[in-house]
Each structure stands twice: as C-alpha cells, then as structure tokens.
C-alpha cells in the first residue's frame, strides 16, 4: 500500500468529488486528498446539495483498489471511524444512519459519498466526506436538520488533525480487509 499522502488544498472547489474525479483520471496515486475550505456545489448521495461553508471540513480522497467491491461497505466502514474519532476525541455518542450519515441527536453532522471511477473496469474508487466541524450557523432550513461540532462543544476544532485521523482509520482498516 502506498504510504504517501499528498493533500491538495484549495480555498474554494465547486466539490473536492469533482476535482478528486479529475485528477485520478490524469493518474493522481492513491491517497491523494483533495481538501477545500468551501465548496460552493457539494453533493452528496442521490446528488443531494452538501451545505459546504468555511469551517467544516470537506474532502474527497482517491483510495488504492481494494479488496472492497460494494462501495456501501466502503461507506460504511468511513462512517464508522467518523464515528469513533468523535466519540474517542470528543466524547459525544454519534449515530450512523445507514448508510452514509453520521449524527449528533437526531441532526447530521456528517456525510459520506464513495464513487468508483470505472473504465473497462474498476479503475479506483473516491471517497468525498463532508463534516460540519466549524460552523456557526446553518440556513433556516436546515437548522432543524444539521449541527456542528462547534455548535456542540462550544469551541472550534482541528479540521487538520481530525482529517490525518480520518485517513489513518481508513488506511488501518484498508490494510486489514486486504490481508
């Protein structure tokens, strides 16, 4: 597996699924990240609009081929360890709500998309997460429906160090479906 991780930072990004979809077509090496402070058309399953302003924490990574057809699974199993750092890092009970949201009460705070990139066959697959982390406020009509974890702790938190977990979980768990 290859250990390097290349981060892509970019202020602004119509969607880090987007770009990430871009770049592993000219032949970005797995564990490219593609991390952008805003995204101004985040989209999540179904192509759902992801409400993606400064603060949270947006991004999508190009992961090597896995053992791991179903992209629900992959899904899954980065729910969970969003879950998990939340609970170890902040001591919160977050939910998953099958198959890609993660909750804090009955309001996501987080949301993953994994697509394949699919030539004559599985060329690779991208996994975009979008995590409220940051953020003050949502529009009105979501206030009902999403929280942050500023909102929840009452103080802002690493959006650098919360991603380097998130892709060492995903690297671990990887690592271990594939022996």
Same mark, same amino acid.
């Given at each position: 597996?290859?250990? $390097?991780? =290349?981060?892509?930072? /970019? %202020?602004?990004?119509?969607? =880090?699924? +987007? $770009?990430?979809?871009?770049?592993?077509?000219?032949?970005?090496?797995?564990?490219?990240?593609?991390? +952008?402070?805003?995204?101004? @058309?985040?989209?999540?399953?179904?192509? *759902?609009?992801?409400?993606?302003?400064?603060?949270?924490?947006?991004?999508?990574?190009?992961?090597?081929?896995?053992?791991?057809?179903?992209?629900?699974?992959?899904?899954?199993?980065? +729910? /969970?360890?969003?879950?998990?750092i939340i609970k170890?890092n902040f001591g919160? %009970?977050? /939910?998953?709500?099958?198959?890609?949201?993660?909750?804090?009460? *009955?309001? $996501?705070?987080?949301?993953?998309?994994? %697509?394949?990139?699919?030539?004559?066959?599985?060329?690779?697959?991208?996994?975009?997460?979008?995590?409220? =982390?940051? @953020?003050?406020? /949502?529009?009105?009509?979501?206030? *009902?429906?999403?929280?942050?974890?500023?909102?929840?702790?009452?103080?802002?938190?690493? *959006?650098? $160090?919360?991603?380097?977990?998130?892709?060492?979980?995903?690297? %671990?768990?990887?690592?271990?479906?594939?022996?």
């Amino acid at each position: 597996m290859n250990k $390097k991780l =290349t981060i892509e930072s /970019f %202020e602004k990004l119509p969607s =880090t699924q +987007a $770009k990430a979809k871009e770049l592993a077509g000219k032949g970005a090496v797995p564990w490219t990240v593609i991390l +952008a402070e805003e995204q101004t @058309i985040g989209y999540g399953r179904k192509g *759902n609009f992801w409400h993606s302003p400064k603060g949270g924490l947006y991004f999508s990574v190009i992961l090597p081929k896995s053992q791991l057809v179903d992209l629900q699974t992959l899904t899954i199993l980065a +729910a /969970f360890i969003v879950a998990k750092i939340i609970k170890e890092n902040f001591g919160l %009970e977050p /939910f998953i709500k099958l198959p890609n949201d993660v909750l804090l009460g *009955n309001k $996501k705070i987080a949301g993953i998309l994994t %697509e394949n990139i699919v030539g004559q066959k599985i060329k690779c697959s991208i996994m975009g997460i979008g995590l409220n =982390t940051n @953020i003050d406020k /949502f529009p009105q009509d979501l206030e *009902n429906t999403a929280t942050s974890l500023k909102l929840r702790l009452g103080r802002e938190v690493d *959006n650098k $160090k919360f991603l380097v977990q998130i892709i060492r979980g995903l690297k %671990e768990q990887l690592r271990t479906i594939a022996e």
